[in-house]
């Protein structure tokens, strides 16, 4: 019975997966189909756009080349004109003289026919009959202005859609994810000349498999790459996959995109959980900082009030070594969020709201240059409200204290180890549940400031505590290479490891 039960809820299962992959691609279907047509109607404006700037150019060619033609014809009338208006005057001069001379040719005195005859001789010498041109000055041809659109009027019927670049395909063995960077290889299906460069377009999401329709992210988009590779660098990892997809552009157009990829990112991301923390401490998110006025509204309990202002109350021993009553987990985030007592008295604590129960994780912690006193570690749910970090046999933690002089600590069970190493303003914190190791890092340089060894026997809450000043979380980080490198040699010389003064065994 249990048996059959057990299978068919791997059915239901599979079943229930399956319809909403369905659901998702006929999303994806409408989609598409209103993006059909709404292209279509996006390119045929863009084509009248097209045509109507080709009219414009040749309505404007043909005013220009008619104009053109007009003032010739103006100016060779002009000239004509002119030419004519010269030869009316010298024909009307000519007739004038003609008539003259006509005239003479009845003169009977022969001194005054001598006298005529000279006059009419130097006339028709100056006359401007015989000083014009009888010649055109400008032809009656415009074959000069013909044109002829032969070549054009073939290139034009000649025009075609643009070519368009086919769709990359994107090379999932040669992608890798990280170090909070994604490195994304693709190619293109054959050799195209014309490509000038590529779009790379990625989201987050929390889906796998094809990118949802109705996701609330939007697509990020790079654009002008040249290569055939691109890394996204500076990836914060609080989803669990991202999407991407690639397309192809030359001079003109982009191509279709590529098949979308997606790629699991995996990180441990977590906030403060403000429910918890001391009154003392305000939280935001993933910033917390310590505010003496806090906790003037909470109740005193009696033995436990700060009774010596002035003193840094995190130096003071352990008052209380009573651990709360373990709680039921009902899942990692919801077991730490609202399901505690809040910190009292002198552990100015607040943990995470998300619990480690398996595999890896890695997380940073950046402190406010003139805080006082803090801690960074982690800690079993049960910590005390009345407990403070790395003095329980249930958390460990590195402790900073820049009261007076700048101490800097590894804590357990109320046992410290001094650590003569420089503090850094950044501190990495490497947790393998399954591998019992907890490591602290200088977040900049990648080096090992501790590492705690046992063996983790139930979730581990991220724990912090804070006096007089302020840090922040840097969460959604996966483990650095350099931290794995180091945990890798580590591990390969854990049979002689008794030299290395910054490792811990702790049983």
């Known amino acids: 019975m249990d048996e059959q039960r057990e299978t068919l809820q791997r059915i239901v299962s599979t079943l229930a997966n399956k319809n909403d ?26 084509l009248d756009e097209e045509f109507d700037g080709l009219y414009s150019v040749l309505d404007e060619m043909k005013g220009s080349m008619t104009n053109t033609i007009q003032q010739e014809e ?14 009316n005057d010298a024909l009307e001069s000519s007739e004038e003289l003609l008539e003259l001379a006509v005239q003479s040719l009845d003169i009977k005195d022969p001194e005054e026919f001598l006298k005529t005859a000279r006059q009419i001789k130097d006339r028709v010498t100056m006359a401007s009959a015989f000083r014009i041109s009888l010649k055109p000055k400008v032809s009656d041809s415009m074959s000069h202005l013909m044109v002829d659109f032969t070549l ?13 670049p086919k769709a990359p395909e994107i090379d999932l063995a040669a992608c890798l994810v990280a170090d909070n960077c994604i490195t994304v290889a693709w190619r293109m299906p054959e050799e195209d000349s014309r490509v000038d460069h590529f779009i790379l377009e990625y989201k987050k999401t929390n889906f796998d498999g094809l990118p949802r329709v109705k996701d609330e992210q939007r697509w990020e988009l790079i654009d002008y790459i040249k290569a055939t590779e691109y890394t996204l660098s500076g990836l914060k990892f609080d989803t669990k996959y991202m999407n991407l997809r690639v397309q192809a552009c030359n001079k003109a157009v ?15 991301v977590f906030s403060l959980d403000s429910t918890s923390s001391h009154l003392n401490l305000k939280v935001e998110d993933t910033y917390v900082e310590w505010d003496p006025t806090g906790g003037k509204g909470q109740e005193k309990i009696k033995g436990k009030e700060n ?36 910190f009292i008295g002198e552990s100015y604590t607040v943990l995470g709201d998300t619990a480690i129960e398996s595999g890896q994780h890695y997380w940073e912690v950046r402190v406010q240059k003139d805080c006082k006193s803090y ?3 982690v800690t079993y749910r049960n910590l005390g409200k009345f407990d403070q970090l790395g003095k329980t046999n249930s958390s460990w933690c590195i402790h900073i204290n820049n009261w007076l002089q700048t101490t800097f600590s590894a804590k357990h069970n109320n046992k410290t180890k001094i650590l003569d190493i420089p503090v850094p303003d950044r ?19 990648k080096e090992l400031l501790y590492t705690f060894r046992t063996k983790f026997t139930q979730p581990l809450l991220p724990g912090f505590m804070i006096w007089c000043g302020g840090l922040t979380v840097n969460t959604g980080l996966q483990v650095p290479s350099p931290v794995k490198t180091l945990q890798k040699n580590e591990n390969g010389l854990s049979g002689s490891t008794s030299s290395l003064n910054n490792i811990a065994y702790i049983t």
């Open 307 to 342: 009774k010596s202002s002035g003193q840094n109350p995190l130096l003071k021993s352990n008052r209380s070594s009573t651990s709360s009553p373990k709680r039921t987990s009902i899942s990692p985030r919801s077991s730490a969020r609202g399901s505690r007592d809040r």
């Open 21 to 46: 992959e369905i659901h998702n691609f006929i999303d994806m279907l409408n989609h598409t189909i209103e993006n059909v047509q709404i292209n279509s109607s996006n390119a045929i404006s863009e």
């Open 74 to 87: 103006a100016s060779k009338i002009q000239t004509l004109q002119d030419q004519l208006s010269q030869c």
């Open 427 to 445: 501190i990495g914190v490497y947790c393998d549940f399954d591998g019992g190791h907890l490591a602290f890092y200088n977040a900049n340089s």
């Open 254 to 268: 982009a191509g279709e995109y590529s098949d979308p990829v997606t790629l699991e990112t995996k990180a441990f």
């Open 152 to 164: 054009e009027r073939r290139m034009l019927q000649a025009v075609k859609f643009l070519p368009v």
């Open 375 to 377: 801690s960074v570690g």
